[in-house]
């Protein structure tokens, strides 16, 4: 399956937040979308999932969802948003349940998903007794147990500490590795950016506007063997956005 | 080098840092509660059998020893205690169910909202106890008229407590609902309905508190039997020993009451912690 975005511009009362953006994500491919705060990279990543309405353009699919897919378009949100009143197990089971996979089956696909992202000691836990990487471990396990299409990430580390970062990054690429996704993968991080993006969208300061799209022709499993490289990737996304981001630091949140 | 051991010589002057935190923290004395209950007990019975307590003022400990005997031995007590059961439950079980009702309309839905939370403002604030006149004239001098009463002041903080319970359930969890194409009754079911639970659950603990009030000022009204009518019937009779076995009657459903709401807490929002 695959996602184009058609010219999408979207104003919030009378304020341009993002402005004739066209893109398009690929089947298996991850593509980061990075800018400074407030460009609207999270407001786009809503209107891909069909959250949220552009003001105008529009979000197209084209091909089928891969089969058994129960929700083609699957998010990760940031702060995991996971039922506190259902435990690590109860909380997969929420996204199966509308489609009538319950008992045995549901165990199954349960018991599937746990054990990729390697929460099986975990499944009758609470989430107010995880850490904050399990508990994104549970979100992720949750997203892999309806079978997406394209995995909707927004700033999924972002409240993680850095070493956590790392040991899900490295989760991520392995999932990756072994049956490859498409994402769009939000963040503000560029390390997180070049990591996991197989190419990497740069937004200007609002009004949003791609600025630049870099390709990263690295296999992801490679990447942590050439940091230096990376690096340097790295460094140039910052080169490109340094003065945007200050002068956003500097916006008033209202204006 | 890396030094693992690393020996630190302490100076002759140096002094523990001063311990300035703790405090501000409650701990539990589980035995202080029945020590005060007992010292209050012995000051009252040792004033009332000395005479420093006038029985005009306080009954003697005996005299309400002596008003629960009769009211066990007549068999007062339970007809008092049933009366008073059956209105209490009956008014704040249907209160509390309407007003969870209604509150869930205001909370999802933004006409009933718009149309429903003027009225249920305008009308929290009155008494419901003056209401009792016009109550007995809709429906009766009999049960009716006390059975409303309740209901109606359970009703309203009820409604508040459950749409703004309603209110402040994570929205975040409501779009990640949507996000997996969940049903809305599904959404309503399984995030709203739980997320709201312990706001209405803490609702429960005010409005059964509200329910006790409105029956013993229903019953002091126009009853025959109930506690009210029981503890009016002591006191126009100065018969405090009765009077203070009605009022003991009454904290003891209140406490009962408030013990079982914590049980369902505790059931209920296992969750939490």
Not at chain 1, 24 to 42: A, F, H, N, R, T
Not at chain 1, 142 to 155: G, H, I, N, S
Not at chain 2, 76 to 89: E, F, I, K, P
Not at chain 2, 103 to 129: D, H
């Amino acid at each position: 399956m695959r996602i184009l975005l058609d010219k999408i511009s979207h104003a919030y009362d009378g304020t341009q937040v993002l402005q004739d953006i066209s893109l398009d994500l690929g089947k298996g491919e991850i593509v980061s979308i990075i800018g400074p705060s407030g460009c609207g990279k999270s407001t786009l990543l809503r209107m891909i999932g069909g959250l949220e309405r552009p003001t105008s353009g529009q979000v197209l699919v084209t091909g089928a969802a891969p089969q058994g897919c129960l929700n083609p378009l699957t998010y990760i949100f940031q702060d995991f948003a996971l039922l506190p009143w259902r435990t690590v197990a109860g909380n997969i089971s929420l996204v199966l349940e509308d489609h009538g996979i319950r008992g045995a089956r549901a165990r199954e696909v349960i018991d599937d998903v746990l054990a990729r992202t390697k929460l099986s000691d975990f499944r009758k836990a609470w989430p107010r007794q995880l850490s904050g990487g399990m508990k994104q471990r549970v979100a992720i396990a949750r997203a892999l147990a309806v079978r997406p299409a394209v995995m909707l990430m927004d700033e999924p580390l972002s409240a993680l500490d850095s070493q956590t970062r790392e040991l899900l990054m490295d989760d991520l690429v392995e999932l990756w590795t072994r049956t490859p996704f498409s994402a769009a993968y939000v963040t503000h991080n560029l390390a997180e950016a070049v990591r996991l993006g197989h190419r990497i969208v740069v937004l200007s300061r609002r009004p949003g506007r791609i600025r630049e799209v870099v390709t990263i022709d690295m296999p992801l499993a490679d990447r942590p063997a050439h940091m230096a490289e990376l690096e340097k990737i790295q460094r140039d996304l910052w080169d490109m956005m340094r003065d945007e981001a200050a002068a956003a630091d500097r916006e008033l949140a209202d204006a | 080098m890396r030094d693992t051991k690393t020996e630190i010589r302490i100076p002759a002057d140096a002094k523990p840092v001063p311990f300035r935190g703790g405090g501000f923290r409650q701990r539990r004395h589980p035995l202080l509660a029945p020590l005060v209950l007992a010292a209050l007990l012995a000051i009252w019975w040792a004033g009332s059998a000395t005479g420093v307590i006038s029985p005009i003022a306080m009954p003697a400990p005996k005299d309400v020893i002596d008003a629960f005997r009769d009211l066990w031995t007549t068999g007062a007590l339970w007809t008092n205690l049933s009366v008073s059961l059956y209105r209490l439950l009956v008014g704040w079980i249907l209160g509390s169910l309407l007003g969870i009702a209604v509150g869930l309309m205001i909370g999802l839905f933004s006409q009933a909202r718009a149309s429903a939370l003027p009225i249920v403002s305008a009308l929290f604030p009155v008494p419901k106890i003056a209401l009792l006149p016009l109550f007995i004239i809709w429906f009766g001098i009999g049960e009716g008229s006390k059975v409303a009463t309740i209901l109606f002041g359970t009703f309203f903080p009820t409604v508040i407590s459950t749409y703004a319970g309603v209110d402040a359930v994570d929205r975040g969890l409501i779009r990640m609902g949507q996000s997996f194409g969940l049903r809305w009754s599904s959404i309503v079911r399984k995030i709203i309905l739980p997320g709201a639970l312990p706001a209405i659950l803490s609702g429960f603990r005010i409005s059964f508190s509200i329910a006790i009030v409105l029956l013993v000022a229903a019953e002091m009204i126009g009853a025959q039997h109930g506690i009210g009518a029981y503890i009016l019937m002591a006191g126009s009779l100065f018969n405090l020993g009765q009077l203070f076995a009605g009022v003991i009657l009454l904290s003891a459903i209140g406490l009962f009451g408030s013990w079982l709401i914590g049980l369902a807490e505790r059931r209920m929002l296992d969750w939490r912690q």
